[in-house]
């Protein structure tokens, strides 16, 4: 089941929940999951239970990224890419980043940047 929710939906800390207090989650992304107001969140339920979490804030930041099932993962990020700008993720995930049509950039220990439609629309506008 795919489900897109924000902090105010009635049932977002039912799924939510889990995924913000779990060190697994935490030590597998190498990042915090809030719940800020400015988020809009794509999820992927399996049995209940969330097995791919994506977040992106109104100016087109991917902000968090947790992806147990690849093809949930894929399917998110690729309906994200036309209006994700670069992000900071991470790096984890940078060959599903690559498959989905991201750029994959600058990349550290934990995390990259990516580039996704957004961030090249962005770009073209100011220098036309």
């Known amino acids: 089941m795919r489900l897109r929710m ?17 060190r697994d989650v935490e030590a ?6 809030y719940d ?3 988020k809009e ?13 994506i977040s992106i804030n109104d100016e087109g930041v991917i902000r968090n990224v947790y992806i ?5 993962g894929y399917e998110i990020l690729a309906e994200l890419l036309p209006e994700a700008a670069m992000s900071v993720v991470p790096r ?7 498959k989905c049509g991201y750029r994959v950039r600058d990349r550290s220990v934990n995390f990259v940047k990516i580039y996704g439609g957004a961030a ?9």
Do not use: Q
């Not at 924000?6 to 779990?22: A, C, H, L, V």
């Not at 147990?68 to 949930?72: L, S, V």
């Not at 984890?92 to 690559?98: H, K, P, Q, T, V």
């Open 68 to 72: 147990g099932n690849a093809n949930a």
């Open 41 to 53: 969140w794509y999820l992927n339920i399996t049995h209940g239970c969330v097995d791919a979490a």
């Open 36 to 38: 800020d107001d400015n």
């Open 6 to 22: 924000n902090n105010r939906d009635r049932d977002f800390y039912t799924y939510m929940g889990p995924i913000f207090g779990s």
């Open 28 to 33: 597998e992304t190498n990042d915090r999951f």
């Open 92 to 98: 984890r995930y940078a060959d599903l980043y690559e």
């Open 120 to 128: 090249y629309e962005s770009k073209r506008e100011r220098s036309a």
